[in-house]
């Protein structure tokens, strides 16, 4: 018999052993004789150490903690994957706060109780909705694809929440027996919608969410709460607004009702701390403050501290509104009580670089829209018709006018895909 062949030998008997000994019945002697060949042997010196090895219980303990360890990790996927599960299905999809630029798409308003859209130049201007109902306040959803707005169906009937697509069609009623609604904001996720309105019974305008998948209007927070204007945070969790009651001020809270507390510390009045507008990372709210026709624009970290003002030339100012890419705040200024705004004032998110917009007379309160492109402002003129007005961000092209024929001053620009 050969090396090669007694040297296979050995590891057939040795691999024979530890078959048998994983099984527990190890025949008896089957070790010794396989250690006597590797003793004769002149390979595989380093076996000469298996005994010791087998006979200290060495191997069955490597297993027996190799196998605590398996399980142990094993569990510990299994876990974190149920946590993952239970985050994915019983919390709210948000959006991360990611300020992004989009394509604009058309422009939607309402004119003579009805919703209408058009091209950002004024253009193919047409109604969407029809019939004997006033409808007004149109606002895009995020994704562009569905415009919510208030109808009413005769003047003592109660006012409705509706959402269509843009063509006018599928529209659904998500809201009944409100009074007073005020402007709709879209949640992030575009699942859900916030107004501010009185529901039956109540004598203070409650913040009032309605789930699409679920339509269904309820309330969040105090039943004295005096909510107006409420806007979504960009992560989703938390939503700015004014209270009226018991004295103005920006205020936030939680989706869920919770964490109900005042973040600014200045006072106001008048058209002050309406429409406040979340920076697209979510991190700061410029909002309006002061007194009735001397009012100042401020900002304010969401967690309350750092409040301070904006420079600006102009005695009264308003409708802030934050760029779609977080680089500028734009709003309205005026020479005071009586005077409507005329100019547009730009900054830098920091308030500095300020550069101006000369308009004609706009309507006040106005609603000032950033196009989601980030390079134009619309709003509305205060003129005989009320006609909206597309601004060139930079001044170098003059304006747009488009007729609206509307007194109630709503308008949105669809978001379409990245520029």
Do not use: C
């Not at 309402?110 to 859209?117: H, N, P, T």
């Not at 003047?155 to 509706?162: H, N, T």
């Not at 004295?224 to 960009?234: N, Q, T, V």
């Not at 000032?368 to 003129?383: E, H, I, N």
């Amino acid at each position: 018999m050969d090396a090669m062949t007694s040297s296979n030998d050995v590891d057939l008997e040795l691999a024979a052993y530890l078959r048998a000994r994983s099984t527990r019945h190890a025949p008896e002697g089957l070790l010794d004789a396989t250690m006597v060949r590797v003793e004769s042997g002149r390979q595989r010196g380093w076996l000469r150490v298996v005994p010791q090895v087998l006979d200290s219980g060495s191997v069955r303990q490597l297993w027996t903690v190799t196998r605590t360890v398996a399980i142990a990790i094993v569990i510990g996927l299994l876990s974190a994957l149920a946590l993952m599960l239970a985050l994915v299905v019983g919390s709210p999809q948000l959006i991360p706060p990611t300020p992004t630029l989009a394509r604009p798409g058309l422009i939607t308003f309402d004119a003579a109780g009805r919703i209408w859209v058009a091209e950002r130049d004024g253009s193919g201007r047409h109604p969407i909705t029809f019939g004997p109902a006033l409808d007004s306040g149109p606002v895009w959803s995020h994704d562009g694809t569905r415009i919510a707005y208030v109808s009413q169906h005769g003047a003592l009937a109660p006012l409705e929440v509706r959402v269509i697509d843009e063509r006018g069609d599928n529209g659904v009623t998500v809201a009944r027996v409100l009074t007073d609604p005020g402007p709709i904001d879209w949640s992030p996720n575009d699942r859900n919608l916030a107004f501010s309105a009185k529901l039956e019974g109540s004598l203070l305008p409650q913040l009032v969410l309605v789930s699409l998948d679920r339509p269904e209007a309820h309330s969040i927070g105090p039943a004295d709460l005096g909510a107006r204007d409420p806007i979504w945070s960009p992560d989703g969790r938390d939503i700015a607004f004014e209270r009226a009651n018991p004295e103005d001020g920006l205020w936030i809270i939680g989706v869920d009702g919770s964490g109900l507390r005042r973040l600014s510390t200045v006072s106001g009045s008048g058209e002050a701390f309406r429409r406040p507008a979340w920076s697209p990372d979510g991190r700061r709210i410029v909002f309006r403050a002061g007194g009735d026709g001397a009012h100042r624009i401020f900002t304010i970290d969401r967690d309350g501290r750092n409040e301070r003002p904006l420079d600006s030339p102009f005695l009264d100012n308003g409708s802030p509104a934050w760029s779609p890419d977080g680089s500028a705040i734009a709003w309205t200024g005026s020479a005071g009580p009586g005077n409507p705004p005329h100019e547009i004032v730009i900054v830098d998110r920091d308030g500095s670089n300020a550069r101006f917009l000369e308009t004609p007379p706009l309507l006040e309160p106005a609603v000032l829209a950033w196009s989601p492109d980030a390079r134009r402002l619309l709003t509305f003129l205060d003129d005989q018709h009320t006609s909206l007005v597309v601004l060139d961000a930079t001044g170098r092209d003059g304006p747009i006018r488009i007729p609206a024929a509307s007194s109630f001053g709503g308008a949105s620009w669809q978001r379409l895909t990245s520029p």
